[in-house]
């Protein structure tokens, strides 16, 4: 067997159909890869080899169409998976078992997918307002290019292990940057769709009105073929959309850019891969428009609704003896606090999300937002946050999040020699926009296939 | 932004990622004027906990506390239209619908 652990989904499942590698192969490497590389790097939260060897073998024994049929496949620690342990990053929830499958876990599954692992993340996706790297069971997340720095949350395994070629693809979840940042930091491929695309049933709720599954991949062809099979209405999720997802476009988008402060955060590597991610997309034919985003308060609106909904979907634990088990201190108080957020708080941050809508005429002038998720490469993984948590930028986090935005984030350079990332974020259901343009970005550059070194 | 600023003066810039989940939290408050949380909010929320908290969680629940309560604050600050409606709905179910 010889196959590249970076192949792109495309290509595995080409190698599967010529049967120049099995899915029993390509599990057994995969799963070697994360018992070595992806342990390393802290990115691994439960190994299913039992299951996944099985799988491969089922997938060995029938053939299928479909593109994902015996591609092995990671998911955070967040979803459900039937008799294995799903303990979302949170050493109080260490014995925890589901007896049932997330739905997206049953759509990959049923798609042909093998699920080699469960993806380490931060505790709790971090709704207790984390400040170490280290509010994880398994230890800090190491960045997938150099150990030393962060890998970003709260998915954090999902972007470790796509990013060292340990899966095929993964999935991570996102209240707020959740899938943005670990793609950002480790090179990835991340597609956050719109609010209600993928059914959270299984799911751990952190903030029910805000909660989204997406792929973490190695290009956006990847995120478009397993957000394909993952997307959709499910009768246990009432959030779900009734809209089918296309991933086909019209005309060629205009790309909206908003003001950018390179030169106030000493940004020189994000502005130089900004621009040449703009010149090539102009060379392409793609045209641009000076916008701006309405200033208004998102981001106390999502603390607050993050606290509200946080404290409410995790008050049983929070008011258990195994609350204070959570690795980072600044979690526990979090959380804590956030007990007594007021009901006219969170009503008024739910009513500034109706009277966010005004965003949406942002988009009478363009069909997308380019912009950088952070203006800077991963911070060091063993400091506190806040000390090192400077001129990041990051102001397209919140605002998308609340209005739920779909975005597309995709690598764009390098900051001595760790990845920057780029996204598109669009109006929602209008995912074929962020597709379109980071796949054919990626199509004339070579930025997403490139590797960490060792890996 | 200062690593030394607080979540509201991160609020004020423009800067902030004081948003959780992917995001760590900017919490320091050193040298914010905003007032300190009172003590009888800080102990009601220990009760309402399985088990005390350490010397360290105290102090950092006290300033989680005041944070939050600044969010209260300036969340006063943006007025919102008369009678808008939050975004949320109630979905009426009819008498065969038992459970959610």
């Known amino acids: ?455 | 932004m200062q690593a030394d600023q607080s979540r509201r003066q991160l609020l004020k810039s423009g800067a902030a990622l004081a948003a959780a989940t992917a995001l760590p939290a900017i919490v320091a408050a050193q040298g914010d004027e905003r007032p300190a949380a009172p003590p009888f909010l800080l102990e009601d929320i220990q009760k309402q906990l399985a088990k005390p908290l350490s010397d360290e969680a105290k102090k950092l629940l006290a300033d989680a506390v005041k944070n939050s309560r600044g969010n209260s604050d300036d969340r006063l600050k943006h007025k919102l239209t008369e009678n808008s409606e939050p975004a949320m709905r109630f979905v009426p179910s009819g008498r065969e619908r038992t459970s959610a």
């Open chain 1, 1 to 455: 067997m010889s196959v590249d652990p970076f192949s792109s989904i495309g290509e595995l499942g080409a190698a599967l159909r010529s049967k120049k590698v099995s899915s029993v192969e390509l599990t057994q490497m995969y799963l070697e890869r994360l018992r070595t590389l992806g342990a390393a790097h802290n990115a691994v939260a439960e190994l299913t080899e039992d299951l996944a060897m099985r799988q491969a073998r089922a997938a060995d024994a029938t053939s299928s169409s479909n593109p994902l049929h015996g591609i092995p496949f990671g998911v955070k620690d967040l979803l459900a998976t039937k008799g294995i342990p799903t303990r979302w990053g949170s050493p109080g929830h260490a014995d925890q078992v589901f007896d049932y499958d997330a739905t997206v876990v049953s759509r990959l599954q049923d798609a042909g997918g093998v699920l080699v692992a469960k993806l380490e993340m931060i505790e709790l996706a971090g709704g207790g307002n984390y400040n170490v790297a280290n509010a994880s069971r398994m230890g800090p997340g190491k960045n997938a290019w150099d150990p030393s720095l962060w890998a970003g949350g709260s998915s954090s395994g999902s972007g470790i292990s796509t990013a060292l070629g340990c899966v095929g693809y993964s999935i991570g979840t996102e209240t707020s940057g959740s899938i943005t940042c670990p793609s950002a930091f480790n090179g990835c491929t991340g597609f956050r769709a719109t609010y209600g695309r993928v059914s959270r049933h299984g799911a751990m709720a952190l903030a029910w009105t805000l909660d989204k599954i997406g792929p973490i991949c190695r290009s956006a062809e990847d995120c478009g073929l397993v957000l394909s099979a993952i997307a959709g209405k499910d009768p246990n999720d009432p959030s779900t959309l009734d809209q089918k997802l296309s991933l086909r476009s019209g005309k060629r988008p205009k790309i909206g850019l908003l003001k950018e402060d390179f030169a106030k955060n000493k940004a020189d590597a994000a502005e130089k891969s900004y621009h040449f991610v703009l010149d090539t997309l102009r060379k392409m034919g793609y045209e641009t428009a000076d916008v701006a985003m309405p200033d208004l308060p998102y981001e106390t609106a999502m603390n607050i609704i993050v606290d509200a909904e946080g404290a409410s979907a995790h008050e049983n634990f929070i008011r258990s003896d195994r609350f204070q088990m959570l690795q980072d201190v600044d979690q526990v108080a979090g959380f804590a606090a956030a007990l007594e957020t007021k009901a006219i708080d969170y009503l008024w941050a739910m009513r500034l999300r109706n009277e966010a809508l005004q965003a949406n005429r942002i988009w009478e002038k363009c069909d997308c937002i380019f912009t950088p998720v952070f203006y800077h490469k991963a911070v060091p993984v063993d400091q506190p946050l806040d000390k090192t948590w400077v001129n990041m930028g990051g102001e397209m986090i919140s605002p998308p999040n609340l209005l739920g935005w779909p975005a597309m984030a995709f690598p764009m350079g390098f900051e001595d020699g760790a990845p920057l990332g780029g996204q598109i974020i669009a109006p929602c259901f209008e995912e074929a926009t962020c597709y379109r343009i980071v796949r054919d970005f990626q199509r004339v550059t070579d930025l997403h296939k490139k590797h960490p070194s060792g890996a």
